[in-house]
């Protein structure tokens, strides 16, 4: 009895932390004689992981620790960190031993056929793999920076960088791959309501029109011109309506909020822009046709309304003949009317040769809605594209995050602390790091050591 | 940025880093011998990224900083097996003209850098789904 105690007494304990994969951070207690495999069996209990220790493995140091060995062999040093990953059923199926272990660890097996890590349960979303740490490094996707300051959590970048951003030819390329691949766009088609009763959509989507539209560059800085334009001819609309108007509906109103989901402040967003600017035109075309038939070249009038009208085409109550006036005092009001097919010829009327956008294919407010929730579908997805766009971009629903406007050091508090336990204590550095991984401990590591 | 660290306060510090696993999560660094007083020779891991033929393979590397460490790169020998177009197939010696953070070596660099370029280099999308030997199996050491 007194034996046994002096030899317990003898076996020194240590004290370590278990860092797993999921950002679990356990602090154990062992002795030190212990095997890699009692403390697997430690840490397979019901108070840590319940993960079967033969599915655990245990790094410390750069070395793989071996279920046999002793801890002390690894000479673990008070307060370090052995990193546990998971690994995945079917390898701990090739290796009996581990098997068998972890049954005599009393630990649950995983029921077969249930995912058992997180890349297992995202097979049927194709974008899932987008979003993988395969891509880290990747040289053709576009950097943290892109989406400026704080991630796109701080006021969005400027049209200019937006456009800049699309000047690239590799975040183009991004954004057609994308579209190309057809089960991105049968997802696409699937989550948006107007999409799935529209039989044309996968040509809308895969046309090379509606590619170029969101990619190219002179586009997005027309738009832009173009929502300042209305930005600023909204307002004074409402005080004195356009020549023509007969009806009262509120041209501000209509003009400068046309959806409740638009951002009506200052984020850049080409397609709200353009929702605007459809919106106040109202719809150009009174016939209603297939709001994408114009996108095909199509006479409008020859296609039966195949999609509802979309809450974008709220502006439908003013009569077209009367706002293209206001958007446009050069253009002959008139046009608007004669052109029904295309809202936005009346809006070009005397700029056509230098403007980009005589080129394209008009947009109705319908098809500007959908292209939001698509846009809206594969930024839920985890791929962002709506963010290539800016921040408020692409996102038909949702204002934008109010922009956090408290100091750094408040704001970051916690991770400023994580940062100075680990070492950095430059604060000036901490602050820019924490700032471009948009609040991340983790990012910010990698850029303080990049 | 200041006065330049010699090689050993660095190499300190790098192995403080490693043994309390402050950097990133899928790599891990640590001394091969734990008495080695010129902290020359390192072992290295790296947890395959995921949604490659790696995932879910962990792989071991030796790590050799020489005396002209940081100003020179380490040498870097992968010990499992792998087939990486900048891995030696015979030895599993990592040729640094091929690996951008050790042909452009700077100071600032550190062995978690490598590994952790490494371990992007396997995600590559040119090389994440190369045919890859069984798991586990390892280069006969010389």
């Known amino acids: ?450 | 940025m200041g006065a330049k660290v010699p090689r050993n306060f660095r190499l300190l510090e790098e192995l403080e880093k490693g043994e309390k696993g402050l950097g990133a999560e899928a790599c891990s660094y640590g001394l091969a011998e734990g008495d080695d007083l010129l902290m020359s020779n390192w072992t290295g891991t790296i947890l395959g990224p995921p949604h490659s033929v790696h995932e879910n393979r962990i792989y071991s590397l030796k790590m050799h900083c020489g005396d002209q460490y940081p100003d020179q790169p380490p040498t870097i020998q992968f010990i499992n097996e792998v087939n990486l177009p900048c891995v030696n197939p015979r030895n599993g010696v990592v040729d640094p003209s091929k690996l951008p953070c050790l042909a452009n070596w700077s100071r600032n660099n550190t062995m978690e850098t490598v590994l952790i370029e490494l371990r992007r280099y396997m995600a590559h999308p040119a090389h994440k789904k190369l045919p890859q030997p069984p798991e586990g199996s390892t280069y006969s050491l010389h």
């Open chain 1, 1 to 450: 009895m007194a034996d046994e105690t002096a030899a317990s007494e003898a076996d020194p304990q240590i004290t370590f932390k278990v860092k797993t994969s999921s950002e679990g951070l356990h602090t154990i207690t062992i002795a030190e004689s212990a095997t890699v495999l009692d403390l697997k069996n430690t840490l397979a209990g019901d108070d840590y992981e319940k993960i079967p220790a033969g599915r655990q493995r245990l790094i410390y140091s750069g070395r793989v620790m071996k279920d046999e060995d002793p801890l002390s062999k690894y000479k673990i040093k008070a307060g370090n960190t052995i990193h546990m990953v998971k690994s995945a059923a079917s390898n701990a199926a090739q290796n009996p031993a581990n098997a068998g272990a972890s049954a005599a660890g009393g630990a649950p097996r995983a029921a077969p056929g249930v995912p058992t890590n997180m890349a297992a349960g995202t097979a049927n979303n194709p974008l899932a793999g987008l979003t993988g740490a395969r891509f880290a490094g990747h040289m053709g996707l576009p950097g943290a920076e892109m989406f400026g300051a704080d991630g796109g959590m701080g006021a969005p970048p400027s049209e200019e960088s937006v456009a800049r951003m699309l000047e690239d030819p590799n975040t183009v390329q991004i954004m057609r791959e994308a579209l190309r691949n057809p089960a991105i766009v049968d997802m696409m088609i699937q989550n948006t309501p107007h999409l799935r009763n529209n039989p044309q959509a996968r040509q809308i989507i895969q046309s090379p029109e509606f590619m170029q539209m969101m990619t190219n560059p002179e586009a997005i800085r027309e738009a832009a011109r173009m929502r300042r334009m209305m930005q600023g001819l909204g307002g004074g609309a409402g005080a004195f309506p356009a020549p023509g108007v007969t009806d009262t509906t509120p041209q501000g109103a209509a003009g400068s909020n046309p959806t409740p989901n638009q951002p009506t402040a200052t984020p850049f967003n080409p397609f709200a822009a353009m929702g605007m600017g459809a919106g106040g035109f109202g719809r150009g075309a009174p016939a209603a046709g297939n709001p994408f038939a114009a996108l095909f070249g199509q006479p409008a009038g020859q296609t039966p309304s195949q999609t509802p009208p979309a809450a974008g085409s709220a502006g439908q109550g003013t009569p077209s003949q009367a706002t293209p006036g206001q958007g446009t005092p050069a253009a002959n009001p008139d046009a608007g009317a004669a052109n029904a097919a295309n809202p936005f010829a009346s809006l070009f009327g005397g700029a056509g040769g230098a403007n980009p956008f005589a080129q394209m294919p008009p947009l109705t407010p319908e098809s500007i809605q959908e292209a939001n929730q698509a846009m809206q579908f594969l930024r839920s997805s985890g791929l962002d594209l709506g963010s290539l766009f800016g921040g408020g971009a692409g996102a038909g629903a949702g204002s934008p995050p109010p922009a956090d406007t408290r100091p750094p050091e408040e704001r970051y508090a916690e991770q400023l602390r994580q940062l100075n336990d680990m070492g950095f204590f430059d604060f000036d550095r901490n602050v820019e790091a924490l700032r471009r991984s948009g609040g991340s401990v983790q990012g910010a590591i990698e850029q303080l050591l990049s």
